[in-house]
């Protein structure tokens, strides 16, 4: 199953013009869990998905809403500078969001 | 200013962006349950660096208008203060002047009297330069190291003030303060701070407000929140009785635009909220206690620069000829070659920037795009040339939009033209572009001290 498809609501934005992050919210416990729990689901994963170093990535499980949060640099320049594709960041979350478990 | 423990301070946050919009009702919701001041934040980086380089405002002065006359009518009536941040968007000089000729406006027509307090927010590049070789700056997440030759790039520098500036100019007498970049948690924490209010629930009953009803639902940044502080909790209601708060919804917040949603940071402190409680309270509203403030060991504050890297044209066109989307490619090198032929001599080939935006292929993600199996049958094409001159730009753009037009390519069926223009003129000029050459935090002893205040009479 996609990410895409586990998450009840999946959104990126930025947090600050250098840094993106993405929140998947989860309908149940077990959506939450089977997707922290996935052996794919991995810092490693993401920083090769979106170009960005191993260790710049953040997993971070906010349990009281089901919520998995995942911040990284921008992967492109910063927000509105030249060659970027995305001022606000809201439309980031692929290719995370195609992500198989 | 009185010290009120045991007590409790109530006041409104009239929506997220001051601009955006929000049911009249709601702010007259607010103030007959009390509200002991009016706070909005009126500014942003989301927009991009554009507005703080430019000194414009992304939200126009009508729509400010409309939301502040009636906002700065009631604060004048009730006898409580409005309090304005990241006045004019990006809080520079021009966006507090474009904020204030607004206000004043208002003031005139309505016939209206207060004490007025303007507190500036912009920074020498000097003093950015000292602390830099002071080793007193360092960078906001993954912003990098700071330059000498970053500083001097930039042509307007800003910092997010704290509460302190706020509070003297509250001191001060003032009934309404103008603010320029602010801590979007300043605005609403700085009266409870100075009334003697738990500094960790006064900035964590802040960051929810700042947004507005966003943390309700409906959701939405666009209408009033109420919120109540009190010694060991505060809690938060919409203004609209047509909104709810709940435990989740207002937990939830702390995801939004937030690196971590267990703290933030503001130069009061890191302000943690790992151990906080989020309780029904009545029908619409929900208690929060619990937050904890861990105080800086050495105050900071963030400053935001931008530097203009040239200015840029775009094209925009559609195409739908199969052959010409599946020589995408071809067509681009043929323009590249063709442009930086034609202008050698007058700019080189690294003097400017030529990108191709293909919606509808790879526009929205570009190399990190992972769907490339799907030829589509029609895409939208951007050609943007940024140069070091309107004119530079516009003339390479011309010059792609023209070649590409006409680019051969094998197997060519479209022989007169490769794209559909929607528009003529079919070249748009879009002016100067910034980048935020500094978003950096700067240690010092004092940041108040950097936040000149002055009063008026209106």
Redesign the interface.
């Known amino acids: 199953m996609r990410l895409y498809e586990c998450a009840k609501v999946m959104r990126s934005?930025?947090?600050?013009?250098?840094?993106l992050?993405i929140?998947l919210?989860f309908e149940d416990r077990e959506s939450f869990d089977r997707v922290l729990a996935a052996a794919g689901f991995s810092t490693g994963r993401i920083a090769r998905?979106?170009?960005v170093p191993e260790d710049?990535v953040?997993i971070?499980p906010?349990e009281?809403?089901l919520?998995v949060?995942v911040?990284m640099?921008?992967?492109?320049?910063?927000?509105?500078?030249?060659?970027?594709?995305?001022?606000?960041g809201c439309?980031?979350h692929?290719?995370l969001a195609?992500m198989v478990l | 200013m009185s010290q009120a423990m045991g007590d409790e301070i109530r006041f409104v946050s009239l929506c997220g962006m001051l601009g955006y919009g929000y049911p009249l009702g709601s702010l007259e919701t607010a103030m007959r349950a009390g509200a002991e001041f009016v706070g909005v934040d009126a500014g942003s980086t989301d927009p991009g660096p554009y507005y703080l380089g430019s000194g414009t405002g992304f939200v126009r002065p009508l729509q400010v208008k409309r939301d502040l006359e009636p906002a700065l009518c009631a604060s004048v009536s009730h006898g409580v203060p409005l309090i304005i941040g990241s006045a004019g968007g990006s809080g520079a000089a021009p966006h507090v002047e474009a904020l204030l000729e607004v206000l004043r406006g208002i003031a005139r027509e309505r016939e209206l009297h207060f004490r007025l307090g303007v507190i500036a927010a912009d920074i020498e590049p000097q003093t950015v330069s000292d602390a830099l070789a002071e080793g007193r700056m360092r960078p906001c997440g993954p912003s990098g190291s700071l330059t000498a030759d970053a500083v001097r790039s930039c042509n307007r520098i800003v910092a997010q003030m704290g509460t302190g500036p706020i509070i003297a100019g509250l001191e001060g007498g003032a009934d309404v303060i103008v603010a320029g970049r602010s801590c979007d948690t300043a605005i609403f924490a700085a009266l409870p701070i100075a009334r003697g209010f738990d500094p960790a629930l006064a900035l964590h009953a802040a960051k929810i407000a700042e947004c507005g009803t966003l943390c309700a639902r409906p959701g939405g940044a666009n209408d009033a929140l109420l919120c109540t502080l009190r010694e060991h909790d505060f809690i938060v209601e919409p203004a609209n009785p047509a909104k709810s708060c709940y435990p989740d919804t207002v937990a939830a917040h702390s995801l939004y635009e937030q690196p971590d949603p267990n703290c933030f940071y503001e130069p009061e402190g890191m302000v943690d909220m790992s151990d906080c409680t989020f309780e029904q309270f009545g029908e619409r509203s929900v208690r929060v206690s619990g937050t904890r403030l861990v105080p800086a060991a050495k105050p900071t504050i963030k400053l935001e620069g931008t530097a203009l890297r040239g200015y840029r044209a775009i094209t925009v066109a559609g195409m739908r000829d199969p052959g010409a989307i599946a020589h995408i490619g071809q067509i681009e090198a043929g323009v590249r070659e063709a442009v930086s032929e034609n202008l050698a001599g007058t700019i080189e080939a690294d003097g400017y920037s030529l990108r191709f935006l293909r919606y509808g292929m790879d526009g929205v993600m570009g190399t990190l795009e992972t769907e490339r199996n799907t030829p589509p049958h029609e895409i939208g094409f951007i050609i943007e040339a940024i140069a070091p001159t309107q004119e530079l730009a516009d003339s390479v753009v011309s010059l792609a939009r023209s070649t590409a037009l006409h680019c051969h390519f094998e197997g060519r069926k479209c022989t007169a033209g490769n794209l559909a223009f929607p528009f003529s003129p079919s070249d748009l000029q879009a002016g100067p572009v910034y980048e935020f050459a500094v978003y950096h935090l700067m240690e010092l002893e004092d940041p108040d001290a950097l936040f000149p205040l002055r009063f008026e009479e209106v």
């Open positions: 934005k930025n947090a600050g013009p250098f840094t992050t929140d919210m998905l979106y170009g710049s953040q971070c906010f009281r809403v919520t949060k911040t640099p921008r992967p492109g320049p910063s927000s509105g500078a030249r060659g970027d594709r995305d001022v606000y439309q980031q692929f290719p195609d």
